[in-house]
DNA sequence: AATTTGCATATCTTTTGCATATGGATCGTC
DNA sequence: GACGATCCATATGCAAAAGATATGCAAATT
């Protein structure tokens, strides 16, 4: 029977291509290595090494199989630290993840205070990263819940919760002529339409970029994307130092930033940035179960205002 | 140390809820078992089960170990299976996979019988699937090789090469109108603006679906996909049917279907049918070998015709 | 209260993974 | 071309660990 141990022996004989060398790094001896290797290729049924007079080189089949034993391996250590995670979860332990423009909104450092406050026992391990990213440390138990944007994708394994919708605003230079402008008085999507935009993309996932040039779509004109920018302050930034204007959720106003001003949208336009959460749809127990209550609270909290 | 033996311990445990049932089941006795799962949860640092008056019930960490674990001993199996198969390529066995609408194409079946006269001792398997199921199967190393329509995203692990480009044409039932044309004489696309569509769709992946539709909104106009079909000869199946006209790539007009009629469509309509080759990066030896160099000759060849 | 059910503990047996010692093949060097 | 070095394979012994058997203990059923 294929047992961890022949991975583990595998793979470190692959990366040595030395038996003798891979015993020493897995601090046995070189016979009963080649042994286990031996017994691993007989359980396969083919070679995974060609035995060469100065040490061993990976046959077809050996670099198959060792590509997936190394991607075993991880998920095992994976499949413990979820264990343990969960296990820590029952008695206090919570790992949360915003994508950065979620992490200033009122909602998401309300409900963390609330957290803090009425659970100070319960430890709180804060992770920032995209939309995509986070899903997929959800979806892999790394994150007992996560705060995203733009539920786009549904995935059977999940349950995204709806929690709100936020007006974007257009971020523009200080001294730019539209700055000067009444406040108040809202501007249309279109009337955007010749200024060269600065956009928030990261690596992984769409995000609200493509809610961005779908609005704008919508309106009737394709954006100027002059710029992208991998994180959402440095796209304020860039707005600051004059390279254009940019649009970003109203959370992300609060952030006070030299040089930049701030319009809000025709509400026509219809560009919002959604908020959500997301957690895996197995029953929330635990800590968890606290967070959600909370969650679920100051949701309905909202609407009765 | 953690091993599989662990994971498949707790997996049968899991399921069947009880300890000593488990341990039959295992074809071991209840007291090593109970020791096993024991030596695992200390190896964790988590209870993964509740002991119980009346059996064993997962705890939250539990649950996040077992679905891993069953996840990782699949794994292993594939892993095992791809190491056979990568070893039984070098001595002569080969598995391909082809689109359903690749399948019938003549530059397919030349490969595949040049390979069977030139080196009768290989075996072929051969799979039918849809070009998403195909490349995650190649990926996967379930398959050496697959002739798949439309490369469309790019995959680092995958070299995916371009062989052809295949006109499409338009099937329509015997008795329409347009049929009795001049069977020499080009249509445009636009002139079936208001023609009900019959579209191919796999559930997996988009494939030719998407470069029709593009083509269609390319042309000025967004088709009435009348029905959706999940095979491409049922597409044929319900044009004959008179349900409505398709748009196929040439080599499915070779399946002799009664009651259907082809026209060509006028070359500005841009409508081609991709065809590609889809394998793992790794350097290929040995049978996958031997067919890529059969195909990179026949594209040659075309290329000099 | 008695019986059953099911996990835990204790002790013994057997398997097997690992160590030590040695043999054999290939390469480089004198 | 012989010699030593290097590295893997084989042989044998030992010790750790997996598994078997017997028994204990707690909760639920009757």
Do not use: W
């Not at 705060?147 to 709100?164: A, C, G, K, Q, Y």
């Not at 919508?218 to 254009?244: D, H």
């Not at 319009?263 to 219809?270: I, K, N, Q, S, Y």
């Amino acid at each position: 029977m294929i047992e961890l141990r022949h991975l583990r022996y595998a793979v470190a004989v692959a990366e040595e291509g030395h038996i003798t060398r891979a015993a020493a790094r897995l601090g046995i001896q070189q016979p009963p290595l080649s042994q286990q290797i031996r017994a691993l290729e007989a359980a396969i049924g083919a070679p995974l090494f060609r035995r060469q007079p100065r040490g061993v080189e990976l046959t077809a089949a050996g670099r198959a199989f060792v590509g997936k034993a190394r991607a075993i391996l991880r998920d095992t250590e994976l499949a413990v630290e979820a264990a343990r995670r969960a296990s820590r979860g029952q008695e206090g332990q919570l790992a949360i993840g915003f994508t950065s423009s979620a992490a200033f909104h009122p909602f998401v450092t309300g409900v963390m205070r609330e957290m803090r406050e009425h659970a100070p026992a319960i430890k709180l391990s804060l992770e920032e990263a995209s939309t995509g990213e986070l899903i997929e440390a959800v979806e892999a138990d790394r994150l007992d819940a996560a705060f995203v944007r733009s539920p786009s994708e549904r995935l059977d394994n999940l349950t995204i919760t709806h929690l709100l919708d936020e007006e974007m605003l257009v971020a523009l230079p200080d001294h730019h002529p539209r700055a000067r402008r009444d406040p108040r008085r809202r501007i249309s999507l279109s009337s955007l339409a010749d200024e060269p935009l600065i956009l928030y993309r990261r690596p992984t996932g769409p995000g609200l970029y493509d809610s961005i040039i779908a609005a704008c779509r919508a309106a009737g004109f394709s954006p100027k994307v002059a710029q992208e920018a991998t994180r959402m302050v440095s796209t304020l930034s860039l707005v600051a130092a004059g390279l254009g204007i940019s649009i970003v959720p109203e959370s992300m106003a609060r952030l006070e930033t030299a040089g930049v001003s701030y319009l809000r949208l025709d509400r026509a336009a219809g560009l919002v940035a959604p908020l959500a959460l997301a957690r895996k749809k197995a029953p929330a127990g635990g800590t968890l179960g606290r967070l959600l209550a909370i969650v679920t609270r100051r949701v309905k909290d909202r609407a009765g205002v």
